[in-house]
């Protein structure tokens, strides 16, 4: 198995690489740094698990930010 790029939205947020059996991820963006070296069992539940992760922390981010306009 080879490298793939996992994208979020469009936008790239990582690479995951083959390790054995299972795959590493590794982290391009800051909302995915907490992911970053995490192994995963498959490329389909890596690119679940990163997604699902990411959208939380942007929906906390931008449920926590205030708007002074």
Do not use: N
Not at 44 to 67: L, P
């Amino acid at each position: 198995m080879e490298k793939h790029v996992v994208t979020v939205a469009g936008e790239p947020v990582g690479a995951l690489v083959p390790q054995g059996e299972r795959m590493q991820f590794v982290a391009v963006k800051l909302d995915a740094w907490d992911l970053d070296g995490c192994l995963y069992p498959s490329l389909g539940e890596a690119e679940r698990q990163i997604r699902d992760h990411i959208v939380s922390v942007r929906r906390q981010r931008k449920a926590g930010s205030t708007d002074f306009g």
